[in-house]
């Protein structure tokens, strides 16, 4: 309900999602169902209040029951992590961290207080498909070259297509596709699992 970090793409599916009723109950049923024929990971990426009107230790009791691997919470301050880290701890579930350009002599720390994977967000400003990316990725991902860090890193935020993937992955061991995914969504509706399917071969065919 409050996508503060997200551009027009993720915002309009927010609202097409409120206005069909969609609650965090439907989307733990989903998983549930997910989980009937899919053994990856899984991760839920949302805001801090959905999770604290929730109730936090009630949606971290309920991401191991439905087996999600992690949560990403872009608005929450690595410094308030404990306002979730012990619930996600209790429960077994991945509190992903995030780092940005702006986050220069933190990177490091807050690499080595990571697991399942460190979030790098590639540029300042809202999610949705760049052009081009001004960030100096050599200079920003310089720390994790620390042998104490073994926490893959991987860059989201930007990134549509396989020379920018193929762009990204050079700097680290993953990319993280989230606005291209949900124009296709949007653009095909039921029919779009198969065209996403041909997005991300794209985008793996350079990396």
Known sequence: SDPIAEGPTIQMASLRALKNGVTLDMIFNSVKN??????????????????????????????????????????????????????????????INLVAPTSHERVKMIAKESKGFLYVVSSLGVTGKRSEFTTDFAQLLSPLNDPEITCPACIGFGISNPQQAAQMSSYCDGVIVGSAVVDVVAQYGKDAPEKIGELVQSLKSQM
């Open 34 to 95: 997910i989980r009937k024929i899919c053994d990856k990971p899984l991760l839920l990426m949302m805001y801090i209040n959905t999770i604290f009107r929730y109730g936090t230790e009630k949606f971290f009791k309920l991401c191991s029951e439905c087996e999600i691997d992690g949560v990403i919470v872009p608005d929450l301050p690595f410094e308030e992590r404990d306002e979730i880290l012990p619930y996600a701890d209790k429960y077994g579930v991945y509190s």
